[in-house]
């Protein structure tokens, strides 16, 4: 079974690599596509202060998918875990998930900081960031996972 997705906007700015750090100060553009969406379509976002951004790993391509496990950051100091034990863009359906602090929200367009897309980047939707949707008790990770983030933002 597949699912046809059409992405709802695209990332301009911010980076043009995806290197896996300091991603923290990156600030981008999310414009939604002008063909389906008028100037209402962000509307009231503004009141929120975070949102997720779904978007494809466009870049990444059928041979350097990953289905099975591997080491993260291809780090041997680190586990060898599963793809679904970890968040890196070689993912089977190549679906990224950030939370972006929002700078500004204007017609179509909504400004990001800490999107770890790169320009071009096609999003597949936004949703705004509601307490009620946060995890509920506590929230663990193995130590790799904590050393993997360090430097990230």
Not at 67 to 83: M, Q
Not at 89 to 104: D, E
Not at 111 to 137: C, N, S, Y
Request: hydrophobic share 40%.
């Amino acid at each position: 079974m597949t699912f046809p997705m059409t992405p709802v906007a695209h990332v301009h700015g911010g980076r043009a690599d995806p290197t896996d750090d300091d991603w923290g100060q990156s600030r981008a553009t999310i414009t939604l596509d002008p063909a389906r969406f008028d100037d209402t379509a962000l509307a009231g976002l503004e009141a929120f202060s975070h949102v997720e951004i779904l978007f494809v790993f466009d870049k990444v391509t059928d041979d350097q998918i990953v289905s099975g496990a591997r080491h993260p950051r291809g780090r041997t100091d680190w586990p060898k875990i599963g793809i679904f034990a970890q968040r890196g863009k070689n993912r089977p359906n190549r679906i990224g998930l950030t939370t972006c602090r929002i700078a500004s929200v204007s017609g179509r367009d909504l400004t990001v900081e800490g999107l770890d897309a790169i320009d071009g980047t096609p999003v597949l939707d936004i949703k705004p960031v509601m307490a009620g949707f946060l995890p509920r008790g506590e929230v663990r990770e193995p130590d790799w996972a904590r050393e993997i983030m360090a430097g990230y933002w």
